[in-house]
């Protein structure tokens, strides 16, 4: 098992090619099946996850008060719009969303760069698990999910240049392995 900062050191330099599906709630839930409205409640439900957990990451931050500057306010305008797509997928799953579940950040949301380097992993991987899952899902769920991946790339730039890092770094962005999106989000210890 990885360590939170071996975590965010791997998915800080996430230069590496991943392909595959979403693991969706405790284990792999996506299949090679054809897209259907109910594996697209599952794939859902695993996008809120993710979007819960970046919401409350950035809310954190900001509660704690050590971001100042670009760092801050890249916080309030990401952290706006995880909460929108928070409620966004919350809205189109209704009662099957489920409650929200608890993250514990630790040290991570009380330290600028800290913060800096969780947000940039994390980010990128919202982007990869998306991608990962945009071909198992129908026509129409795509059209929403496209609209949120575009965010979550520009919020991915975004960090990356405030981090000195190459905002887009490769051509194209690759989905990331079904099992490789809930082992990079339980190292870093985020998950209740």
């Known amino acids: 098992m990885l360590s939170r900062n071996s975590f965010l050191r791997a998915a800080a330099g996430a230069g590496t090619v991943f392909a595959g599906g979403l693991v ?8 090679d099946a054809a897209p259907s409205a109910a594996q697209d409640q599952r794939i859902f439900r695993f996008a809120l996850l993710l979007e819960q957990l970046q919401a409350a990451f950035y809310s954190e ?9 670009d760092l801050r306010e890249f916080a309030e305008h990401v952290g706006a719009h995880e909460r929108a797509h928070a409620a966004f997928l919350r809205n ?13 950040f630790g040290d991570t949301t009380g330290d600028a760069s800290r913060f800096g380097e969780a947000a940039h992993a ?8 998306y991608n990962g899952q945009g071909a198992n899902l129908t026509a129409d769920a795509m059209l929403h999910a496209a609209e949120i991946v575009s965010v979550e790339g ?21 989905g990331l392995d079904a099992n490789a999106v809930m082992a990079q989000l339980k190292a870093t210890g985020f998950l209740g």
């Open 61 to 69: 931050a900001l509660q704690r008060g050590a971001l100042r500057g």
């Open 92 to 104: 189109m799953l209704g009662p099957s969303a489920g409650p929200v579940p608890s993250f514990h």
């Open 24 to 31: 969706l709630g405790q284990g792999p839930a996506v299949s």
């Open 122 to 129: 994390l980010e990128n991987l919202g982007v990869a698990a």
């Open 154 to 174: 520009r919020h991915a730039g975004w960090i990356g240049a405030l981090l000195g890092e190459p905002p887009a770094p490769r051509a194209a962005d690759p």
